[in-house]
């Protein structure tokens, strides 16, 4: 083996052993090759995770990913998504297997489940018995996406990739790739269908690109500075602006817009007049006719009289302008070397997070937005992400701040799974938790029983140091992955349910639990319980979130 083959598996062994996640290092590698290779999508932990779907009948496929315009899709979202006309639809499908070859089976698997399932005249439920149901799902959920956005003249992308440890490709491998992309080009001709092999070389140059982003950008002209401070106003081109928004291969770099709560609004009134101000040069420069765009930084370097160093830049306002740029010189490449207007930009370093959430809110909420976008910016998550941290666990409030730290998954809380354990204890809801992962803060009545009317951090922490113990119990005792994001929610509340003796649990009797007291013992009798439960119901998702599974938890618990 070449020496890259030999630390990658060295990195592997390494990183698995810090990662309780998962039972086995083939588990793991299907996570940690799909987490590389999609570092630019700026994934979290969690939402690489609800991608997996290797294991039994996978039918090839170890991962799959929908993204619509960059932004990962889940199931929940599917029934009120829209689009503006031209956005990019994604559908990428992983092979990710922990040897020195690639193997033409594995293509030959793909040429078969994409006939099958991509197919529109196929019944996706007349292959039950042939792929798993994480699989038939993400295809499913693709084929709804694709009949729901029909008019809004979508391009779509179907990326295949696949990652090992080789140091080369055979040629054989190669023509079953070709003939892969004749097929599904059969089943969609407007698509651009792509295959990618992932070497050894190529995973550890992905591992090595460092969380931290450092990256210049050029000025017009002299910016102004704000006294002694490092912050700065300044003129930007627009084709400059263009290129620092977009990576080498021309995509949006959609961390750089993580802080923004706004959605891409689409083709309203607002977007339609930037459009037309890019589209119709007039006699005004740009920035006469546009707010401009706030840009936070870790720090900024001024690096010359037209130069700014920026570390880990956030676009936290102007992504409907950003967007609308990009969509320009894309659309109009040959524009960027000649456009010559310019944008006004605000470079800011906050003096510490809750200033750098106070620019966040005020800068999004000086025209009509839906609050829930505002959720992380309320005090109560600064406070809960300082006291975890003073407790050995990161609540990730700024989404991959702490993973890119270095700081180990099984001590990294996300806010949405806070938010799933709270309403899997509090509300008695797992099957909310499990079913609606993207809408969990969405409803104002939902919030304000969690968070604004109580405000416990102790019970905050017990709750997520809790689901984290649960979350690891289920690893290691080799449930498969698909079950154990099935009932990790209904095994947290029986757990606790089970050591209170009571039904109802409240923010009191969190705060007041000892941890100590969910033992081993505990946890595998009420996994054993409610785990031949969701089997006999039916053993899938379907089970999992259906309201009336927590009714035969309590059954179970003695509490009916």
């Known amino acids: 083996m070449s020496n890259n083959q030999l630390l990658l598996q060295e990195c592997i062994n390494q990183e698995f052993q810090d990662n309780s996640s998962f039972s086995s290092e083939s588990e793991f590698f299907e996570f940690f090759a799909t987490a590389q290779t999609l570092k630019n999508y700026n994934l979290s932990d969690e939402e690489i995770v609800s991608g997996l779907t290797g294991g039994t009948l996978d039918g ?46 594995a293509i030959m698997k793909w040429k078969v489940t994409s006939n099958n399932l991509f197919d529109m005249n196929n019944p996706i439920t007349d292959y039950a018995d042939r792929y798993n149901e994480q699989v038939r799902e993400s295809f499913g959920m693709f084929r709804d996406i694709m009949t729901k956005l029909v008019r809004s003249q ?14 080369e490709i055979h040629p054989n491998v190669m023509s079953q790739a070709d003939e892969l992309i004749k097929n ?9 269908i792509e295959v990618q092999f992932i070497t050894a070389d190529r995973l550890m140059e992905l591992y090595n690109t460092d969380g931290e982003v450092s990256i210049n950008i050029s000025l017009a002209d002299q910016p102004i500075g704000l006294g002694n401070k490092v912050d700065y106003v300044a003129l930007v081109k627009l084709p400059t602006y263009y290129k620092f928004i977009t990576d080498d291969n021309g995509i949006l770099r959609k961390s750089f817009f993580e802080a923004n709560v706004r959605d891409y609004q689409g083709n309203n009134s607002v977007n339609s007049a930037i459009a037309n101000s890019l589209l119709n040069k007039g006699a005004e420069d740009f920035w006469w006719l546009n707010n401009g765009v706030t840009i936070l930084a870790d720090s900024i370097t001024h690096v010359n009289n037209r130069e700014l160093l920026l570390v880990n830049p956030e676009i936290v306002n102007g992504l409907q302008t950003s967007t609308e740029i990009y969509k320009y010189f894309a659309a109009n490449p040959e524009l960027i070397n000649s456009d010559d207007r310019n944008l006004l930009i605000r470079f800011i370093v906050p003096e ?39 407790r050995g666990l990161y609540y990730d409030r700024r989404k991959n701040y702490y993973k890119n730290q270095r700081k180990k998954a099984s001590e990294i809380v996300s806010v949405s799974f806070l938010a799933q354990c709270l309403i899997s204890l509090i509300l008695r809801k797992p099957d909310f938790a499990r079913a609606r992962p993207s809408t969990l803060l969405t409803d104002d009545e939902t919030y304000a029983k969690l968070y604004e009317n109580t405000q416990d951090l102790e019970a905050y922490y017990k709750s997520a140091l809790i689901g984290k113990k649960i979350q690891a119990f289920l690893v290691d005792s080799a449930i498969d992955s698909v079950i154990r994001n099935d009932i990790i929610f209904y095994v947290l509340y029986a757990s606790i349910a089970k050591i209170l003796n009571k039904k109802e649990i409240t923010f009191s009797d969190l705060h007041n639990l000892d941890d100590n007291l969910i033992t081993y013992d505990i946890m595998n009798e009420v996994k054993d319980k409610i785990y031949l439960k969701y089997e006999e119901l039916g053993n899938n998702s379907r089970v999992a979130k259906n309201p009336s599974f927590i009714t035969e938890v309590y059954k179970l618990l003695g509490f009916d």
């Open 184 to 192: 599904i080009k059969h089943i969609y001709p407007n698509a651009n």
């Open 60 to 105: 090839g496929c170890d991962a799959i990913y929908t993204f619509l315009n960059g932004d990962l899709i889940k199931q929940d979202q599917v029934a009120t998504i829209s689009a503006p006309k031209g956005s990019t639809l994604s559908f990428l499908i992983f092979q990710a297997k922990n040897t020195t070859s690639f193997n033409e089976d």
């Open 352 to 390: 510490n997070e809750q200033s750098r959430d106070n620019i966040i809110y005020s800068t999004n909420n000086q025209t009509s937005i839906s609050k829930s976008s505002l959720r992380v910016t309320d005090p109560i998550h600064l406070q809960i992400e300082l006291y975890f941290k003073s």
């Open 154 to 167: 979508i391009k779509v992308q179907i990326a295949y990739y696949y990652v090992t440890r080789a140091d």
